[in-house]
C-alpha cells in the first residue's frame, strides 16, 4: 500500500472514532439519540462503505437540532426521540440481525459517518466505564 493510502485510512478512521466518540458523548449525556420515523418505520438509506460496497444505515442524531437532510425527501417522517439506553439494550441485536449499519449525525454537507453496530456499542461501554 503507497504511504499516502495509508495515510488517508489512517485519517478517515480517526474522524469516524472523533465522530462516534463525540456522538455517544453527547447522547449519554442527553439519554437521547434522534431519528426519523413514519407510519411505515424508520428511515432506512444505502449509502457505501469505503466507495464499493452498498450498505443500509439507520440515520439517527445525537439533537434534534442536527437533523439535516435537505437533499432526501423526509416530508413522510417526523422527528423522534429514542431512549439511548433502550437503543443501546434492545436495538442494538435487532441491527445487527438486520445487518444495518447506523448514520451518526448525517447531514448534506460531511461525508456520512457510518459505523457497525458493534463498534457504537464498544464506545458506549468504553464511556461508561471511565
Known amino acids: ?34 431519528g426519523l420515523h413514519s407510519t411505515s418505520g424508520w428511515l432506512i438509506l444505502s449509502t457505501t462503505l469505503d466507495d464499493q460496497t452498498e450498505i443500509s ?9 442536527a437533523i439535516h437532510l435537505n437533499n432526501i425527501d423526509t416530508k413522510a417522517y417526523l422527528p423522534t426521540p429514542i431512549v439511548f439506553g433502550e437503543f443501546m439494550k434492545v436495538w442494538t441485536a435487532d441491527l445487527a440481525n438486520d445487518h444495518l449499519h447506523v ?28
Not at 57 to 65: D, N, R, T
Open 1 to 34: 500500500m503507497p504511504k499516502s493510502a495509508a495515510k488517508k485510512t489512517t485519517k478517515l478512521s480517526d474522524i469516524i472514532g472523533k465522530r462516534l466518540k463525540t456522538f455517544v458523548t453527547r447522547c449519554t449525556k442527553n439519554n437521547t439519540l434522534w
Open 57 to 65: 444505515a439507520l440515520p439517527v442524531w445525537s439533537s434534534k437540532e
Open 103 to 130: 448514520g451518526l449525525d448525517w447531514d448534506d454537507k460531511e461525508p456520512h459517518i457510518t459505523v457497525n453496530i458493534i463498534d457504537l456499542e464498544r464506545e458506549f461501554l468504553k464511556q461508561r466505564k471511565d
